[in-house]
């Protein structure tokens, strides 16, 4: 089957992960892949259902679809991810025309379900089990972890990659559906996790981020030896050409001693963390049933600040979470204002259906509230940011160079195009790199650089990136002969 696929990814890095490996699956089936729905025969959406927004506008994309699909009936429609396992028959019901859905858990059916389509079986469907529906053992293996082999040229560097170290969630915070969409947490076997990691080495890649949506929560249990996240940490940090390992994301009641004195002992590990508050009220914190509280959250913040004092901290937070009054809102400003975060993201409630704040806490702050609190926090942690940046003025900093910036790419509209890139490489452009921090700097240098690590003399910054430019190298330091 010579068939062209088109896919449109949505949401977290396990979404860019996923369709990494549809994609990798598919082309070996015989699939090419182009940069547009125009010329596929096979259109796939990867969603993501964390928030109602996300959802809208994925129903809002299938139905720009829907003349395509009436002008070339042949052209086949799949929504695959955490929207079509929580909505299933739904997504028919709203977008008659789509072919396929597929959950989370059951990515690996897409070609074989692709290829029925295609001889005329009808629509298909493949989702997991709910959380209700059966056994804890068949439910969770009913989600399988998809990580066949990777697809190097579908990664947005070539040098950086996700690794999956644990799918689903057992924590059922009560305002989200990832435990419902990627169901219960299973971590997946060290040597699976090593192995995959030997193979991105071989490729090329310097540079991994774990991933798991608990990732400091990591068990895998073997007769009598259990692997936590930290040995897992020390054996990938044996593996040759893999130079920096981040992971993401993290349960702040997960933060363990252990696993910081592992980070500051092991050169390879970035030093940052990615640890969601979501409020800094106790009694929001407890309707969310987040199992902490904020002096919990501040005492694993200390743990971080004595064991890992230049490590940056970023964070989430969800405004107008039910009941949130303006006292328990202001605690969160308080709480960033004393955390000063790397950067945080934050988020207005969404009620998402099936979870238990749907069901029994009531929606009560209004739309315009949560709006003008996102924007006074946002504003607050920008600020806060942007302080902190200005102090690196001076430094200098190590970046793994990522490629040309943003702007570069709208100035020359080679990359999105898919077209041969203009000049040799060595025209001068803005590129952008990252610290070992996670902190984005940006610089002028060459194209040929990306890949590399940098040392970058910074100049100046806002609150999201530096400034700077690209060191030169002092020969004396380098302890070349003199030349006389
Ligand atoms: N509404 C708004 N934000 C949410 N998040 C999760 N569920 C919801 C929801 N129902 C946010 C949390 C989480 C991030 C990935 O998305 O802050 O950490
Ligand atoms: Fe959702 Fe909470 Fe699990 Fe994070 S820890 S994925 S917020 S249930």
């Known amino acids: 089957?010579?068939?062209?696929?088109?896919?449109?990814?949505?949401?977290?890095?396990?979404?860019?992960?996923?369709?990494?490996?549809?994609?990798?699956?598919?082309?070996?089936?015989?699939?090419?892949?182009?940069?547009?729905?125009?010329?596929?025969?096979?259109?796939?959406?990867?969603?993501?259902?964390?928030?109602?927004?996300?959802?809208?506008?994925?129903?809002?994309?299938?139905?720009?679809?829907?003349?395509?699909?009436?002008?070339?009936?042949?052209?086949?429609?799949?929504?695959?991810?955490?929207?079509?396992?929580?909505?299933?028959?739904?997504?028919?019901?709203?977008?008659?025309?789509?072919?396929?859905?597929?959950?989370?858990?059951?990515?690996?059916?897409?070609?074989?379900?692709?290829?029925?389509?295609?001889?005329?079986?009808?629509?298909?469907?493949?989702?997991?089990?709910?959380?209700?529906?059966?056994?804890?053992?068949?439910?969770?293996?009913?989600?399988?972890?998809?990580?066949?082999?990777?697809?190097?040229?579908?990664?947005?560097?070539?040098?950086?990659?996700?690794?999956?170290?644990?799918?689903?969630?057992?924590?059922?915070?009560?305002?989200?559906?990832?435990?419902?969409?990627?169901?219960?947490?299973?971590?997946?076997?060290?040597?699976?996790?090593?192995?995959?990691?030997?193979?991105?080495?071989?490729q090329g890649c310097r540079e991994i981020t774990l991933l798991g949506q608990t990732v400091n929560s990591y068990r895998y249990k073997q007769d009598d030896r259990q692997t936590d996240l930290a040995s897992l940490l020390e054996s990938l940090h044996e593996i040759d050409g893999i130079d920096r390992i981040k992971f993401v994301t993290n349960y702040p009641k997960d933060m363990t001693e252990r696993l910081l004195t592992t980070v500051r002992d092991l050169p390879k590990c970035s030093p940052y963390l990615h640890v969601p508050v979501?409020?800094?009220?106790?009694?929001?914190?407890?309707?969310?049933?987040?199992?902490?509280?904020?002096?919990?959250?501040?005492?694993?913040?200390?743990?971080?600040?004595?064991?890992?004092?230049?490590?940056?901290?970023?964070?989430?937070?969800?405004?107008?979470?039910?009941?949130?009054?303006?006292?328990?809102f202001q605690k969160s400003v308080g709480l960033i204002e004393r955390c000063r975060f790397k950067n945080s993201f934050i988020f207005q409630y969404s009620v998402r259906p099936g979870t238990t704040a749907a069901k029994r806490l009531e929606d009560d702050v209004p739309r315009e509230v949560k709006i003008r609190r996102n924007n006074e926090l946002l504003e607050v942690q920008d600020r806060l940011a942007k302080e902190d940046n200005l102090k690196m003025v001076g430094d200098v900093v190590e970046v793994l160079v990522e490629g040309p910036s943003k702007k570069t790419l709208r100035e020359t509209s080679d990359h999105a195009e898919g077209r041969e890139l203009k000049g040799d490489g060595h025209d001068l452009v803005q590129m952008i790199g990252r610290t070992h921090c996670d902190r984005i700097v940006v610089f002028d240098g060459n194209r040929r650089q990306a890949g590399q690590f940098l040392k970058i003399q910074v100049d100046d910054a806002s609150c999201h990136t530096l400034v700077g430019r690209v060191q030169t190298v002092d020969v004396v330091s380098i302890g070349l002969p003199s030349l006389t």
């Open 1 to 202: 089957m010579n068939k062209r696929v088109f896919i449109n990814t949505v949401g977290c890095q396990m979404n860019v992960l996923d369709s990494e490996m549809v994609i990798a699956d598919l082309k070996r089936h015989g699939y090419t892949v182009v940069d547009s729905a125009k010329q596929a025969d096979c259109v796939l959406f990867n969603t993501c259902s964390i928030r109602e927004n996300a959802e809208e506008k994925v129903y809002s994309n299938l139905g720009k679809l829907k003349r395509a699909k009436e002008q070339h009936p042949g052209k086949m429609i799949g929504v695959i991810g955490c929207m079509a396992q929580k909505d299933q028959e739904t997504v028919f019901r709203r977008a008659p025309f789509v072919d396929l859905v597929v959950g989370p858990g059951q990515l690996h059916t897409i070609p074989e379900l692709l290829e029925k389509i295609d001889r005329g079986e009808g629509r298909q469907m493949a989702v997991s089990l709910s959380r209700t529906d059966g056994s804890q053992l068949k439910i969770a293996r009913s989600h399988e972890t998809f990580d066949p082999l990777r697809d190097p040229s579908m990664r947005p560097t070539p040098f950086q990659a996700y690794l999956r170290i644990q799918i689903g969630c057992d924590k059922f915070c009560t305002y989200c559906v990832v435990p419902n969409t990627r169901g219960p947490e299973q971590g997946r076997p060290p040597e699976q996790i090593l192995s995959e990691a030997r193979i991105l080495a071989d």
């Open 278 to 328: 979501q409020s800094g009220s106790d009694e929001v914190l407890k309707r969310m049933k987040r199992g902490y509280t904020v002096a919990d959250y501040m005492e694993m913040f200390e743990r971080i600040e004595r064991i890992l004092p230049e490590a940056s901290v970023s964070s989430d937070f969800i405004v107008g979470f039910c009941g949130e009054t303006e006292e328990d």
